[in-house]
């Protein structure tokens, strides 16, 4: 079992900027990969961005390409999702997931690919 645990949300003009945070604990260390997805209200949960085990591959959904970045400490069991450059449209819940499947990231984009959730952190960005 992982729990995973986000903080970091908040509200924020656009342009702005934003760190999300995903603390693990359980089993944790480097089995599983980590992925942000969001889900706007009114809209089916998406995916954000994935990060491989060891931390050196990423792979981003094309709306936010460029602007995010997400990065992982397996030392500190903590996932982060490095937030520039917001624009309302990126206002929703953000969610840290858990899988333990080995694919590729192109291949770990969507929800039912992850095992584990967590209970999701607000983002709010005013325009």
Known sequence: QVQLVESGGGLVQAGGSLRLSCAASGRTGTTYVMGWFRQAPG???EFVAVVSRSGGSTNYAGSVKGRFTISRDNAKN??????NSLK?????VYYCAATSEIRPLVELTTGSRYDYWGQGTQVT???
Do not use: N
């Open 43 to 45: 809209k089916e949960r």
């Open 88 to 92: 309302p449209d990126d206002t929703g």
């Open 78 to 83: 903590t996932v982060f999702l490095q937030m």
């Open 125 to 127: 960005v005013s325009s």
